[in-house]
């Protein structure tokens, strides 16, 4: 079982049998990162160049969102 948390750009992802950590996901059930498209990210550090993403949506760490989406999601938990 996991909980979710809105966010601009990728799905941050807490899973209940991991306390603490939290995972960002470009897609995970139907939540939708919308710098996705098909199996491509547009919202990315190389700008105007779509750059293809993991088979698993784990979010890369190239993503440009990633990390603001994490501490987001931190502040969210912690609210």
């Given amino acids: 079982m ?10 941050v992802i807490k899973f ?6 939290l995972v960002a996901k470009c897609m995970s059930g139907h939540f939708d990162c919308r710098g996705r498209i098909g199996n491509a990210c547009v919202w990315n550090k190389d700008e105007g160049k779509a750059r293809p993403l993991p088979s698993d949506m784990v979010t890369p760490d190239w993503c440009k969102y990633r990390s603001s989406a994490i501490r987001d999601a931190e502040d969210m938990q912690n609210d």
């Fill in 2 to 11: 996991s909980e979710y948390q809105r966010t601009f750009g990728p799905v």
């Fill in 16 to 21: 209940h049998d991991a306390p603490g950590q």
